[in-house]
């Protein structure tokens, strides 16, 4: 004899264990769509019939789709009866109607979920519907009325019975407008199955959950009709429903919120389709931007004019060259200024080429509003002035890699992108780069093949531009240790001060960059950041293996580069151009037959190859899609990747800890 189990008290997986050996997966063609719509319209009239007659209402009907099967359709009867053989007339009991279940999903074995929560519905939806259509129509119709005593219609809709089971009755309907809404919104999921799961993330967990809720809408509709069984055969005994009735209440709240998640998320979806597709097809720039900052309602002058302080029409922008300037609040005043000659500069030129400044905030308060201002105060272009959330903020993080950094978005009259993000070039050539394309990129980077130290260095100081021009030798020389520094001074002195240099005319200069304010400091290695950016996609070369090396020595003891002139002939880690360098009186003859540049040189890289140093590259987090794999600048082999954290208190240095 089979052990009766409650299936209030099973969980989730020991259901799915059950039912799912009920299933075959199948290709049973089954019109779902035409039953659906018929017994949407039996539950709804029915139970509207039953709130009119038991409370007295007379409200109009809600909406309810009266679309008609098409001709093709046939009824399948002979399931819905054979479902109906298994449901009625069962005594009560939650272990009874488990099993009763079981037998359900048994005979609708090789149906969608889906298929068989519709097809059990509208089994019990011909009876439930039967019922109250004969029992409007007994008192004047006799056909009605003989049918309706074979029914028991009468031990539920007479006066007195519906006085004794008014409340009885109204849990049965309730549960069942609630057990409908649970399909209405399993059925609308299934729909949904077209989109991908990447777009829709929230789908594969509301769709992997949808047999348990169909086993919870069957066994629910088999409590309501043995509860009906007691109601019309006027047994004492009942069938207990209010568990039903929490179990359907908590599944239907959590599939409304899933909907909505999914829903939250197809929007999205097709949001960023129709953004992509506005950036690769030739459009107004101004329309681009509506779409990109508020989607379907924008204001009507959202845009603060730095020049003229007064708010604007993003009419302003139409077939103007934009400059998308995103960043953070936590901007800072150096960031700011690397505008001011730009904006000068497009001046100049008319009433082409258009700044805006497009701030990243994801929840506006008082505070943050205040800082807005301020910083609004600094800038004489225009500025995005929107205290709600960007729409395509998403958007701006996943396509356009908005890492907290300033970025730069260059867009062309139509609204293409003509660089994604030109900050890098900006901080790096300033003017020079204008007006920051990918095609003006490509010139720079050919020419910055030998000479991409030039850009960094040429204004930190009036002696070093003179050196520069005059194509002198150039020690450019720091490093995290005092005494280094000093050590490196004292023998590269020696070297520049030694008879043989003196003999060939060779003329060496030092700069310790060190000396100089730590402004000029952070912008040299933020310039070095954004040469790096603006070449790391590009294929391995000299240019990129120097800068790339540069990089990994910002936090070393000690670092110095020789160039001559605007040329970089070569970088060195601490260790190895400080033993170079002492050891010159080994090396200097060489310096007489083959110049000093390749002897120097030639000398590091013996040095070099007797000491093992490790090489570090920290990335910094800019705005941007940074490259899977970086070739190391010593060895050439893929460099490891590991992940650091910094924070140097500025925001709040009273409560850093050290």
């Given amino acids: ?182 399909i209405e919104i399993i059925f609308e999921l299934e729909k949904l199955t077209s989109y991908d799961t990447k777009d829709v993330p929230a789908l594969a967990p509301a769709l992997e959950q949808i047999p348990v809720d169909v086993y919870w809408v069957i066994i629910t509709i088999v409590a309501i009709v043995t509860q009906i069984d007691c109601l019309t055969t006027n ?159 998403k958007y701006i993080k996943e396509q356009w890699h908005f890492k907290k950094k300033p970025m730069v978005v260059v867009l062309n009259p139509q609204g293409k992108i003509q660089h994604h993000n030109a900050f890098h070039i900006i901080q790096v050539w300033g003017l020079k780069g204008f007006p920051f394309t990918k095609a003006v990129e490509a010139i720079l980077n050919q020419d910055q093949a030998i000479f991409w130290i030039e850009p960094l260095v040429f204004n930190i100081d009036p002696q070093l531009t003179t050196w520069i021009k005059e194509q002198k030798n150039v020690f450019i020389y720091g490093g995290k240790d005092k005494e280094w520094i000093q050590q490196f001074n004292k023998f590269a002195t020696a070297l520049a001060n030694d008879a043989v240099i003196k003999e060939t005319k060779i003329s060496i200069e030092l700069f310790c960059l060190e000396s100089q304010k730590p402004n000029v400091i952070s912008n040299f290695w933020r310039g070095v950041e954004s040469l790096f950016v603006t070449k790391m996609h590009e294929t391995t070369n000299t240019a990129l293996q120097q800068v790339e090396r540069l990089l990994s020595y910002k936090n070393e003891t000690g670092w110095a580069l020789l160039i001559k002139g605007s040329i970089m002939v070569l970088v060195g880690h601490g260790t190895t151009i400080l033993k170079t360098i002492a050891e010159f009186d080994k090396w200097k003859e060489v310096v007489i037959k083959k110049g000093f540049e390749i002897t120097f040189k030639d000398q590091l890289d013996k040095v070099a190859s007797t000491i093992h140093l490790c090489s570090h590259l920290e990335i910094p987090n800019v705005a941007g899609k940074i490259p899977d794999t970086i070739e190391c600048p010593e060895c050439h082999r893929t460099m490891e990747v590991f992940i650091s954290y910094k924070c140097c208190h500025n925001g709040n240095a009273a409560n850093a800890k050290h």
């Avoid at 009468?154 to 309907?173: C, G, Y």
């Avoid at 239907?252 to 909907?259: A, H, N």
């Avoid at 103007?320 to 497009?346: A, G, M, R, W």
Wanted: charged share 20%; aromatic share 8%.
């Fill in 1 to 182: 004899m089979a052990i009766l189990v409650n299936p209030l008290t099973m969980s989730d997986e020991h259901i799915l264990e059950e039912i799912y050996s009920t299933h075959v997966h199948s290709d049973t063609k089954f019109d779902v769509d035409s039953l659906y719509t018929l017994v949407d319209n039996i539950l709804k009239h029915s139970t509207h019939i039953v709130d009119n007659i038991v409370q007295g209402n007379h409200g109009s009907m809600e909406q309810i789709d009266n679309r008609t099967p098409p001709a093709s359709f046939t009824s399948p009867l002979c399931t819905l009866k054979q479902i109906n053989s298994e449901m009625w007339c069962k005594p009560p009991g939650e272990e009874i109607a488990h099993q009763t279940t079981l037998s359900i999903l048994n005979k609708l074995s090789s149906y969608s979920w889906v298929a068989k929560a519709v097809l059990t519905v509208t089994a019990f939806s011909v009876e439930y519907g039967e019922l109250w259509l004969l029992s409007l129509h007994q008192p004047t119709e006799l056909l009605a009325k003989s049918l309706a005593t074979i029914k028991r219609v009468p031990q539920l809709t007479n006066a007195s019975a519906l006085q004794k089971h008014r409340n009885d009755i109204l849990e049965v309907n309730n549960l069942i407008k609630a057990t409908w809404q649970v």
């Fill in 235 to 393: 047994l004492e005994k009942r069938q207990e429903l209010s568990q039903f009735g929490q179990k359907i209440n908590i599944i239907l709240s959590k599939l409304r919120k899933q909907m909505l998640l999914c829903k939250q998320q197809i929007e999205e979806a097709e949001y960023h389709i129709t953004l992509n597709r506005l950036f690769q097809t030739p459009t107004e720039i101004m329309e681009v931007l509506k779409v990109l900052i508020f989607w379907k309602d924008a204001p009507k002058t959202p845009i603060y004019d730095g020049a003229t302080k007064t708010l604007v029409s993003v009419e302003v922008l139409k077939k103007k060259d934009v400059f998308l300037f995103i960043s953070t609040l936590d901007i800072t005043q150096e960031e700011i200024s690397v505008f001011n000659p730009i904006y000068d500069y497009t001046m100049k030129l008319g009433n082409q080429y258009k700044i805006v400044w497009v701030p990243i905030v994801e929840e506006w308060n008082d505070k943050l509003k205040n800082k807005f201002e301020s910083l609004k105060s600094k800038m004489p272009w225009y500025v995005l002035q929107h205290f709600a959330p960007i729409k395509g903020i």
